[in-house]
């Protein structure tokens, strides 16, 4: 199901009315999404039927492991890609556009409605639609991070010269790779402790696109539930999370989303529903 075959329900539109109401009565706002959004920008998931591995094979589990061992090797193999599905996830993200969700998200930031958003997706999709409070758990394709301190880099902004790499951080000689978080790598620590501050503070979250599976992230709703707040789950298909969920409003993000922020708006300027 995608925002152009999808129906809105009276029903659901009073749902997506009441999660406007949650919003505005809550503290602090955290968004989570996750592949599901992606899916709406044309992106396939990784697995499953016409999945991105199905279709191109997997990378390797220990991908991390081998760009320690031999990072200048990772290097050429990143700027000459030779395995179909490094060339396939590359074509795929380099076409890839945000869809009216992820606007959606933007136009809650500007309100002042969400604090902080955090995605498990890697496609830069969120960057691209001007979200600012992003936390990309899983960091992303189109920057590059250096694994001494933590700093992210355009990759204009970091010069690649073939006979010497990898190519080093200049502020302090650290290793750069690729800032996507690679099988077998840990989610780096300063965007780990800024997700869970985010999660700590949290009293409404709103959970997209993502069957909460994944950890860490598929612990944060469960997190936010233990402390008694609140979370809507916006996804087209049932997941772990739907029969905890405060409220789950069945459609897909570049649908809901935009009706949510009309809500809030309305309801901001006061009017009734
Ligand atoms: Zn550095």
């Given at each position: 199901m995608d925002a152009a075959t999808f129906e809105l329900t009276p029903t659901l539109d009073a749902e997506i009315d009441r999660a406007a109401a949650l919003l505005l009565g809550a503290r602090s706002v955290v968004a989570l999404t996750g592949a599901g959004l992606s899916v709406e920008s044309g992106i396939p998931p990784?697995?499953?039927?016409?999945?991105l591995w199905t279709k191109y094979g997997e990378p390797p589990l220990d991908g991390y492991q081998r760009f320690l061992r031999d990072p200048a090797k990772a290097w050429r193999e990143r700027l000459h890609p030779t395995e179909s599905w490094a060339r396939g996830l590359t074509d795929t993200l380099g076409r890839a556009k945000p869809n009216p969700g992820h606007q959606a998200l933007v136009a809650l930031e500007e309100i002042g409605v969400l604090h902080a958003l955090i995605t498990?997706?890697?496609?830069d999709l969120h960057r691209q639609a001007g979200s600012k409070t992003l936390l990309e758990i899983h960091g992303n394709y189109a920057l590059l991070r250096c694994l001494g301190c933590h700093s992210r880099f355009e990759p204009a902004a970091i010069p690649v010269d073939e006979d010497a790499l990898p190519p080093l951080c200049s502020s302090c000689g650290g290793v750069i790779k690729g800032d996507t978080v690679q099988f077998g790598e840990p989610i780096p620590p300063d965007v780990l402790r800024d997700c869970y501050a985010a999660v700590e503070r949290c009293d409404c979250m709103l959970v997209i696109g993502?069957?909460?599976?994944?950890y860490p992230a598929a612990e944060f709703p469960f997190e936010v539930l233990r402390r008694r707040g609140q979370v809507i789950e916006v996804n087209p298909y049932e997941s772990e999370l739907t029969s905890a969920a405060t409220l789950s409003l069945a459609g897909p993000g570049g649908a809901v989303l935009p009706r949510l922020v009309h809500h809030v708006k309305r309801r901001n300027a006061g009017d009734r529903p």
């Amino acid at each position: 199901m995608d925002a152009a075959t999808f129906e809105l329900t009276p029903t659901l539109d009073a749902e997506i009315d009441r999660a406007a109401a949650l919003l505005l009565g809550a503290r602090s706002v955290v968004a989570l999404t996750g592949a599901g959004l992606s899916v709406e920008s044309g992106i396939p998931p990784f697995r499953g039927p016409g999945g991105l591995w199905t279709k191109y094979g997997e990378p390797p589990l220990d991908g991390y492991q081998r760009f320690l061992r031999d990072p200048a090797k990772a290097w050429r193999e990143r700027l000459h890609p030779t395995e179909s599905w490094a060339r396939g996830l590359t074509d795929t993200l380099g076409r890839a556009k945000p869809n009216p969700g992820h606007q959606a998200l933007v136009a809650l930031e500007e309100i002042g409605v969400l604090h902080a958003l955090i995605t498990q997706n890697v496609d830069d999709l969120h960057r691209q639609a001007g979200s600012k409070t992003l936390l990309e758990i899983h960091g992303n394709y189109a920057l590059l991070r250096c694994l001494g301190c933590h700093s992210r880099f355009e990759p204009a902004a970091i010069p690649v010269d073939e006979d010497a790499l990898p190519p080093l951080c200049s502020s302090c000689g650290g290793v750069i790779k690729g800032d996507t978080v690679q099988f077998g790598e840990p989610i780096p620590p300063d965007v780990l402790r800024d997700c869970y501050a985010a999660v700590e503070r949290c009293d409404c979250m709103l959970v997209i696109g993502t069957t909460a599976t994944v950890y860490p992230a598929a612990e944060f709703p469960f997190e936010v539930l233990r402390r008694r707040g609140q979370v809507i789950e916006v996804n087209p298909y049932e997941s772990e999370l739907t029969s905890a969920a405060t409220l789950s409003l069945a459609g897909p993000g570049g649908a809901v989303l935009p009706r949510l922020v009309h809500h809030v708006k309305r309801r901001n300027a006061g009017d009734r529903p």
